[in-house]
């Protein structure tokens, strides 16, 4: 019998040969066999690097969420905002029978929000400053204190704004060259020229609030440098999410104690949204040097940076005060060896940089110019205001503290886990529209103080406008005391109490809950773990819907899923293609041969033995030219995985999971190969074979016209 | 000794579109094991006809045909192929040898088909097979490298290597210059002699078939007689193309 294998094979070989038709239909399936085995060992290895970023920053394995919420979770956001979710009922129920499904770690409490962050201009906290050394100083004096020290912070400060208001006035002249004269605001022309003047300053201190009043009204809002930040946020229970994210590290500042309210910022988005815009540009030309291997004679963006930081220099001279720039003209003075009174222009010639000089410049702004400077518009330890929309739409605020910034490992540089911030729940709570506990508890002394009482709807006209209802309060005339006010809610707690204050693990998960991300000990257990939630949650009518992590991140997550389906397009089309071919060149070959099919028939070779001779010859064809393309997709992916393929833009972060990705070639992206040769060669012979089976052997009687 | 094939009134008929064309009417003879047997008629006579149904690979529209004692008729496409393998040596007009393949394993491939042999045994079998056709030298030769005698003496040993008791011979030397086809004619007579296997083959050649130990003469289907044995013995005159 093996020789009976033998001669077929060799027949097969040798046919091969033998025509040119067979060399393309062999380049067409080693094309195809290269393209399955390249393309689905990358797309896997894709799939594997997102998935450690998905799941190791924000998703963990799987995501439960209430089966009541009207949209679909997306952790990355929608295609618009972030999808309305409902509450999960009983979250601390929730975590307790999860994490007694096998291989769930832990289950970690989320809820995503977005808010706006305010923060004022450099006017305005120049003027704080300036606000706060005149009242020192007036109460130093008042108590009969040294104010020396005081008086000077206030000329220092003084000093300040003078320099501001002469960057404005040179910002007029400038806009008055291009506006026309109507589109001036005579009232702030006016307010701009009684400020330059020395008579205003001289008159200063003989009353300083109204002066500061008139350079907050008037002067303030004429710099515009103040921003709106977006910031996306989680709020989670900060411990165990710590704790279940390994891959999470504190960067600046030290992780939110446990329990307290707080913080962390995106390291990515403190970076590029939060820093000193000079200076986060001098960081992106430093990077694409070192980095990037780049030069600024080669390139536009960083040649667009250098020509940014030498006209902007506005931003650097707004921050400083008189003594401040006297420093800084004296400090970059010495290091250009120039001898220049003017600072912007000074700066402008320090930021005029090359390839050569660079380096050296950085240096010199890190060194010199920036222990003067605020370099982020948020500090580790500030108070932040978060203000964001509650569900029902009105306007919440909650005081959190800044402890520090955050990244992921790998996932440095990329924006998509890098704008996503870390919150309290009990300050995601406030700013979700939810009662927290203590608000609850404050909201009924506040009600029992003012008197106020529910009033159903169908008698609200008659209790507010008609009837002999009595009272609740009348209004008078009279100035507000703060105190009186603010007594029965207990404002200490209002406020720095709630900053300070611990919370216990029992009262941080006690309480709204959107969304819980389950991390698992073997994330093959995955599809296990999902079936057993799902079957749990039904059992205990916990109502919770169950993800995977690429339902949980929405488009991105089904990413991978599109491109796998791409690529299986273009495969399937190659293959339909080679189908085709073969069919028939099969039925050619199969037509020439029929003599000698008839002559292996007379001399006693069965149906059967006809049949494999024709669909071995195939796959003999299509194993020999796929084991070639299998083994170039091999090389290739050999190559890719000694040398990797390195994020060629910040985006691509994300989906590498890191700088650099080094794809992998597993077994199964060849068997795949290897099978849909086999199915490819079986399907397109079959006809020829049945042709070439009823072959009669009379053929081999017939004598060749 | 016993016959090895014997046919009874038998009719074949081929249909083209509607037209029913008979090839053989109503045709009986008997052959014996170790004749050398010659069909002979001129072309469309019917005795390619009569060699397929005796070989087995075409089925009478009536009649009988037994072939090494058993009736073809009653056998299934497969049994029929196995009969052939078995019993029965092919050789062709125009050789039919398969491109592909050595002599060597032209003269094998019936013996893989059976699978009997070992590899060494085979061998064994083919180089003696080749070596009685005068090729032994040339058995990794592919066809498309020998002369068309020595094609047809690669077939003789192909039809041979199984030691089948009956050959088919259709027209064997009508591809040959005369003298190259009576050296085959030589050979085939000279390995009935050795081996004592019966061979039937046709043709319309006068020197062939004066070969011949029995001369069946057909015409239009049908056997006008048959003559023999002679060597040279005198052709009937109806049997004359």
């Not at chain 1, 108070?383 to 739409?393: C, D, E, N, W, Y």
């Not at chain 1, 992206?669 to 849909?676: D, E, G, K, P, S």
């Not at chain 2, 125009?94 to 002599?103: I, K, M, P, Q, T």
């Not at chain 2, 032209?106 to 088909?113: A, D, G």
Request: charged fraction near 20%; include cysteine.
């Amino acid at each position: 019998m093996i020789g009976h294998w033998v001669v077929l094979v060799q027949i097969a070989f040798r046919n091969l040969f033998s025509s040119f038709i067979n060399l393309v239909i062999g380049v067409i399936i080693a094309v195809g066999t290269m393209l399955v085995v390249v393309g689905g060992a990358m797309l896997d290895s894709l799939d594997t690097a997102m998935s450690r970023s998905i799941t190791g920053s924000l998703a963990g394995h799987i995501q439960v969420y209430s089966a009541a919420s009207k949209d679909e979770l997306a952790i990355y956001g929608g295609m618009t905002d972030d999808p309305s979710l409902a509450a999960v009922d009983d979250f601390p129920k929730v975590k307790r029978l999860l994490l007694g499904v096998p291989h769930v770690k832990t289950v970690v409490p989320m809820g995503i929000n977005g808010a706006l962050l305010m923060s004022g201009n450099t006017v305005d906290l120049t003027l704080a400053k300036l606000r706060g050394a005149v009242k020192a100083r007036d109460a130093a004096t008042a108590s009969g204190a040294p104010a020396a020290d005081l008086a000077e912070q206030v000329d220092s400060q003084k000093a300040h704004i003078r320099q501001i208001v002469k960057v404005l006035v040179e910002d007029a002249a400038k806009a008055s060259v291009l506006a026309d004269s109507h589109a001036v605001d005579d009232e702030a022309k006016q307010a701009l020229a009684t400020v330059s003047t020395e008579p205003f300053w001289e008159g200063f201190d003989r009353d300083p609030y109204s002066a500061l009043e008139l350079l907050e009204n008037k002067i303030a809002p004429l710099v515009s440098d103040a921003d709106m930040l977006y910031v996306r946020y989680v709020g989670t229970d900060l411990d165990a999410y710590q704790r279940a994210f390994d891959r999470m590290q504190v960067v600046d500042g030290q992780p939110v104690p446990a329990g307290r309210r707080g913080f962390l910022f995106p390291k990515f988005q403190y970076e590029e949204q939060l820093k000193l815009k000079t200076a986060r540009r001098l960081d992106r030309i430093k990077e694409g040097l070192t980095e990037s291997g780049k030069t600024i004679a080669g390139d536009s963006e960083l040649q667009r940076f250098v020509r940014e930081n030498q006209a902007q220099t506005r931003e650097i001279v707004l921050q400083l005060d008189g003594l401040k720039t006297r420093t800084a003209l004296a400090r970059l003075n010495a290091a250009l060896h120039s001898n220049e009174t003017d600072l912007p222009t000074l700066l402008t010639r320090l930021f005029t940089t090359d390839d050569q000089n660079f380096m050296d410049r950085y240096r010199i702004f890190y060194e010199q110019l920036a222990p003067l400077l605020e370099l982020y518009r948020v500090r580790i330890g500030d108070m932040l205001t978060v203000k964001a929309f509650t569900r029902s739409g009105y306007v919440q605020s909650v005081n959190v503290k800044v402890y520090g910034t955050f990244e992921f490992k790998g996932l440095e540089k990329s924006p998509l886990s890098g704008v996503t911030g870390l919150m309290d729940l009990m300050s995601f709570r406030d700013l979700y529209g939810y009662l927290s506990a203590d608000k609850r508890d404050e909201l009924r002394v506040l009600q029992a103080a003012s008197g106020a009482k529910a009033v159903a709807r169908e008698n609200a006209e008659a209790e507010l406008f008609g009837g002999g209802g009595p009272v609740v309060a009348e209004a008078k005339e009279g100035s507000i005391d703060e105190k009186a006010q603010l007594s029965g809610l207990k404002k200490a707690k209002k406020s720095e109490d709630l900053v300070a204050r611990i919370y216990t693990p029992g009262e941080i998960e006690d309480g709204v809950v959107l969304n819980a991300a389950v991390v698992l000990d073997d994330p093959k257990a995955l599809p296990q773990a999902i079936k057993a939630i799902s079957e749990l949650s039904a059992k205990e009518h916990l109502g919770l819907k169950v993800e995977s992590w690429q339902q949980a991140s929405g488009l991105l997550g089904e990413f991978v899923l599109a491109a796998k389906g791409i690529l299986y397009f273009a495969v399937t089309i190659i293959f339909v293609v080679a189908v085709v071919v073969i069919n028939n060149a099969m039925m050619m070959a199969t037509l020439q041969r029929t003599q000698t099919l008839g002559t292996m028939r007379a001399i006693g070779a069965q149906r059967s033995f006809i049949v494999s001779m024709v669909l071995l010859e195939t796959l003999v064809l299509g194993l020999l030219f796929g084991s070639a393309g299998a083994a170039a997709g091999a090389a290739v992916m050999a190559k890719l995985h000694a040398t990797g393929i390195g994020a060629w833009s910040d985006a691509v972060y994300f989906f590498f999971s890191g700088p650099r990705i080094y794809p992998s070639l597993g077994a199964g992206n060849v068997v795949a190969a290897f099978l849909i040769i086999l199915v490819v060669s079986v399907v397109s012979t079959l006809y020829p074979a049945l042709i070439a089976m009823r072959v009669s052997p009379v053929t081999a009687m017939q004598a060749e016209e | 000794m016993g016959s090895i094939v014997s046919i009874d009134n038998v009719v074949k008929e081929y249909h083209l579109g509607k037209v029913i064309v008979p090839a053989l009417r109503g045709v009986s003879l008997e052959v014996h094991e170790g004749e050398f047997i010659s069909i002979a008629g001129p072309s469309g006579s019917g005795k390619t006809t009569l060699l397929n149904l005796i070989g087995c690979v075409d089925t009478a529209t009536s009649g009988k045909v037994e072939v090494a004692g058993r009736d073809t008729a009653t056998l299934t496409e497969r049994q029929r192929t196995s009969l052939r393998l078995d019993t029965i040596g092919f050789i062709f007009q125009s050789f039919n040898l398969v491109a592909v393949l050595s002599v060597f394993q032209n003269v094998e491939f019936p013996l893989l088909l059976q699978g009997r042999l070992k590899a060494a045994d085979r061998k064994a079998q083919v180089m003696s097979l080749l070596d009685q056709v005068g090729l032994s030298s040339h058995a990794k030769h592919r066809p498309s490298e020998l002369s068309g005698g020595q094609r047809q003496r690669v077939a003789v040993a192909r039809a041979l290597v199984t030691e089948p008791k009956l050959v088919l011979a259709d027209e064997p030397t009508a591809n040959l210059d005369s003298a190259t086809g009576q050296n085959i004619i030589d050979l085939m007579k000279a390995l009935n002699q050795r081996r004592g296997t019966t061979f039937i083959f046709s043709t319309h050649d006068a020197k062939v078939m004066s070969h011949a130990n029995a001369i069946w003469q057909l015409a239009d289907g049908k056997i006008l007689g048959k003559s023999g044995p002679v060597a040279g013995a005198p052709i009937p005159a109806e049997a004359r193309p």
